[in-house]
Structures are given as C-alpha cells and as structure tokens.
C-alpha cells in the first residue's frame, strides 16, 4: 500500500471513530414522506430530535424515533461511561433512499386496470459528536 493510500485509510478510521450508524432496510413508507420528517431533523442535537419525533403526527416520526434510538444503542455500545448529555450527539447524516416497489393492480372501468406502486424505503442515520475540547 502506497503512502497517500495508506495516510487516507488511517484519516478514514479516525473519522469513523466519532460517528455511529443505524440503518432501517425496507421500511412501508414511501420516500418522498419519509424525507418531509427526516429534514425536520438533520442537524439537530439528539435530545431535541427525540422530542421533535415523539411529537410529530406523521406515522414516519415513529419509525424514525426508533431508529434513532438504535443509533443510540450503538452509541452506548462504544461509550459505556459517559452519559449522552456530555458527549454533545447530533444527528450528522440521515438520508432516504428508495427500496422496491410492490406492483398491483386496481380495476377501473371499462374493463381496464390502473398499476398501483406501494413504495417503500431505506433509511441510514448517522450521528456524530461534537468534540469541542479537541
């Protein structure tokens, strides 16, 4: 391995260090909902988060309120002493990208059928910390 490669490589491991991930695979929702609560979000300190998605009336928030405490979890799994409150989490990266599609058909009139495209999604959310005393 060369040495720029190598230097990249060892930049991308302390990176990864400070982020935590959780991944929600073929969630029932389309995409487009999805992201109207996920931008709501982006950003923002994980404390603040849980309490906008606790509160939101969208049936997205839910699954999103439990994917981040997933992240959480995988936070507290790295970081056993500290307390959430000091390490200064937010959520660094979340986005949705489009699963598969369910193709149906629903009859109309006239003997003909209209294609009915039940979406769902894949979200990824990353959260980082802020490393202010660094």
């Known amino acids: 391995m060369g040495v720029r490669k190598k230097l ?12 935590y991930v ?9 995409p487009r ?3 109207l609560v996920a931008d709501l979000i982006r950003g923002v300190e994980v404390e603040k988060a849980l309490q906008i998605l606790k509160f939101n009336p969208k049936e997205a928030s839910i699954n999103l309120e439990k994917l981040m405490l997933s992240a959480i979890a995988n936070w507290q ?3 056993e002493e ?7 989490l937010f959520v660094k ?23 009915i495209r039940k979406r769902s999604n894949h979200v990824t959310m990353v959260l980082g ?3 202010l005393s660094n």
């Open 33 to 35: 909902k999805m992201r």
């Open 93 to 115: 990266e979340i986005y949705v990208d489009s699963a598969s599609m369910l193709k149906r058909l629903r009859t109309a009139p006239q003997g003909r059928a209209h294609r």
């Open 129 to 131: 910390t802020n490393n």
């Open 8 to 19: 990249r490589a060892n930049q991308l491991k302390e990176a990864r260090k400070s982020t």
């Open 77 to 79: 799994a790295k970081n």
């Open 82 to 88: 500290e307390s959430i409150e000091d390490a200064g």
């Open 22 to 30: 959780a991944k929600l695979n073929g969630c029932p929702t389309s």
